[in-house]
């Protein structure tokens, strides 16, 4: 009797890296955190910089960047190096996927710890869009600067698992346009968004 090809989605499944104990002991971390929505926000940054950035000593934000990049969260820059002693960092992209029924988080406390930090950032993200839409509303600030966004749609659980993979690809798509790497200017047409895609089903 033949072996079952794997069907697609399966495929895809299969190639989903979830943090190992490290990363998500890494990922707890506030000044770590920190440290790397800097990176994104900047693109790249030498220790020093990033020190006062963050009001940190900067042997202190070294220790912690090497601590990232030994993970492999950070990537070293040389060809943004002024010399050979010259360390420059910026993000690797990678997903942060904590765990699943069939791969369990590999450090449970880790992973319940990943998770409260993650839904206080994200109870954050959403009091700061509110307190701007405020403003956007009465047509105080013109920008489109954030999107606060709640409906319903019915669908089964395997349509709303397609709905979910169809938004991390669009948001794919328009990441890759940009490398995690690029240097963002402050006055310039890009802006670093925050984003959180939110849902829950009736049985939550």
């Given at each position: ?13 299969a190639?989903?890296?979830y943090?190992?104990?490290a990363?998500?002991?890494a990922?707890?971390?506030?000044l770590?955190?920190?440290l790397?929505r ?5 693109g790249?940054g030498r ?5 006062r ?6 042997n202190q934000?070294?220790?912690?960047l090497?601590?990232?990049s030994e993970?492999?969260?950070?990537e070293?820059?040389p ?10 960092w910026?993000l690797?992209?990678?997903?942060l ?5 069939e791969h ?5 406390d880790?992973g319940?710890a990943?998770?409260?930090?993650f ?22 600030d ?5 999107m606060a ?9 395997e349509e ?10 669009a948001?794919h ?8 790497g690029?240097?963002i200017e402050?006055?310039?047409d ?9 849902a829950?089903d009736?049985?939550?």
């Amino acid at each position: 009797m033949g072996e079952k090809e794997p069907s697609e989605r399966e495929s895809a499944a299969a190639d989903v890296e979830y943090m190992t104990s490290a990363k998500l002991k890494a990922y707890a971390h506030p000044l770590r955190r920190q440290l790397m929505r800097v990176l994104s926000r900047e693109g790249y940054g030498r220790a020093a910089d990033l020190a006062r950035i963050v009001g940190k000593p900067a042997n202190q934000v070294s220790f912690h960047l090497r601590a990232l990049s030994e993970i492999g969260w950070l990537e070293e820059a040389p060809e943004l190096a002024r010399d050979g002693r010259d360390r420059v960092w910026r993000l690797v992209p990678s997903a942060l996927n904590v765990g699943s029924p069939e791969h369990p988080a590999e450090d449970r406390d880790a992973g319940l710890a990943v998770l409260t930090v993650f839904a206080a950032e994200q109870r954050e993200l959403l009091e700061r869009v509110s307190a701007w839409s405020a403003k956007y509303v009465t047509g105080e600030d013109p920008q489109l600067r954030g999107m606060a966004m709640a409906g319903t749609v019915r669908v089964t659980r395997e349509e709303f698992r397609e709905l979910s993979e169809r938004v991390q690809e669009a948001i794919h798509e328009f990441a890759e346009r940009r490398p995690a790497g690029m240097r963002i200017e402050p006055d310039g047409d890009v802006h670093v968004y925050d984003f959180a895609f939110l849902a829950a089903d009736e049985t939550i």
